[in-house]
């Protein structure tokens, strides 16, 4: 039942407007289709290419649209819930499952994953799919045979999700730091090694874990691996630093029980110990793992965030008799104080003790949140989203009669508007390989030119007799999108052209006779015209 209601919470909504991030899976999947690779335009997107091929057996089966792209996601996120569901009922019982699954398959976080046609939501899944099998193999080992199968199964789980997203290997680092230790306590229980053998096998281990750190830092894989750890693309440089990032969207959406994770984490421990050490160890970790690392996205700890609700289930379910006995005082309480003077003195004390209880709920605003993520609703400071579909019938004619078409983001134009020549961006232009980083290098993904400065987008408007300049409205005023610089250049070459309010675009446009005959203007690349 819960499989279905989690279906049918994830598919409301489904063909709102896309995340630049998912035209990628979205354009590329067509790609496969057409031609066999994972083609945008001329260039070729390999990221998460099993996650492509996904999406591209759903526009096989139910046709191209957003719904059909964003189904493997519901669906991943959905089994996702059940699993955690039967996972919490097994070992705690069935209210533990419905508070930790419920809490999560409501959450704004399940949601927005479950809708992003991206692989978060498959990652999220084999993550926890090869958590739960080590969680198996530590306590329920079996025979020889099933140990090597799912230990096996456990691998390939963690495999497939950091092929897909790399901040897997933060998970997997977590599921180690409760395993390893667990593990060690239990070879040093047993006794069957002498004291003397089990100290020289602790030494040994000690000076292997030495000699692998001094052999990485001297080949400069250790140095690597902190670079990938920090380094921080322009657009997500603001939060770089920003350790407490999670903890702020923790506090703003779920203010009771995240101030009370603490405390759920120590009645979990006491009560339930082996899933609360398994699920506070692996969230804990991951947690402060991703808060110090350089690039920030709730999107980015998805991967963790079912353990979260797992600690509040566990530990809801233990204070569970002790809120009710508490509870079923305090009614007898007030209904001895309200019996001189009200009528029905019990009936009132249920609903004053009722409706704390509700406001203590409601207070977390999560599930407002979650109701305007699946309405396109944008919460400050928020934009709403952008929409080109709305603004494709004012520029269809312009995109058919102009030289050039430039854009802060090209995926949206290319996928909604059949054209996108060159991209504007600072951001994506410090992406670029070594090699193509120069202006007007071409962006493997997509195959077309990039430019950074506003040298280099001077030069497009100087030297094209005709174009377009395209931005979504949410990208007025950004850094490294359409700045103050960016507008203010655009302002002497190219005058605005107005589009439906509802689809959230800038645009300007710019028109000469003849193209100035200046040396700069050798070399542009030629155009989709």
Known sequence: MILLAALLLFSLNLERPPHPDELYHILAARGLL????????????LRAYPYTWIVAQSFAW?????????????????????????????????VAAWIGAGLYATSPFAVQIAQFSRFYAIQSLFFLLGSLLVYELLFRPGSRGRVLFVG????????????????????????????????AWRWLREGSTSRKGRWAAIATGVAILLAGLVLAWESGLLAKAWHMYRSTPLFNAATRDQFWFYHARYILFYPTLWAATGLLAVVAL??????????????????????????KSMRYIAYAQPFMFV??????????????????????????????????????????????????????PFWLRTATIIADIPV????PSTDWRKAAVTLAPWLERV???????????????????????PSKFGELPPDRRREFGRDVRTGRPVIGSLEALERVLRCYRSGLFLAPEAHRGVAHQLSTEVQGLLARYAEPLELPAVAHVV??????????????CTGLPETGR
């Open 34 to 45: 057409e031609t066999g690779e994972p083609r945008i335009a001329e260039g070729l997107y």
């Open 62 to 94: 139910f046709g191209e649209s957003l719904t059909s792209a964003r189904l493997p996601s519901v669906i991943a996120t959905a089994v996702l819930v059940a699993v955690l569901f039967l996972w919490l009922w097994r070992e705690a019982g069935p």
């Open 152 to 183: 096996l199964a456990a691998a390939a789980s963690f495999a497939l999700a950091a092929e897909l997203q790399p901040t897997t290997l933060m998970g997997v680092a977590a599921v180690a730091t409760w395993a390893v230790p667990l593990l």
């Open 270 to 295: 006491a009560f339930l110990p082996r899933p609360g050490w398994f699920a506070i160890v692996l969230f804990a970790v991951a947690f402060l793992l991703n808060s110090f690392a350089g690039p």
């Open 311 to 364: 600690v509040w289930g566990l530990g809801l379910v233990a204070v569970w008799p002790w809120l009710r006995a508490g509870m079923a005082r305090l009614r007898e309480r007030l209904d001895t104080l309200l019996g001189t003077g009200f009528p029905k003195p019990r009936a009132l004390a249920r609903l004053l003790v009722g409706s704390a209880l509700a406001f203590l709920m409601l207070a977390n």
């Open 380 to 383: 400050p400071p928020e934009k």
């Open 403 to 425: 030289e050039v078409v430039v854009d802060t983001e090209e995926l949206g134009p290319l996928y909604f508007l059949g054209r996108h020549d060159i991209l504007y961006s």
């Open 507 to 520: 645009a300007y446009v710019w028109q000469r006779d003849r193209p100035a005959a200046e040396r700069a």
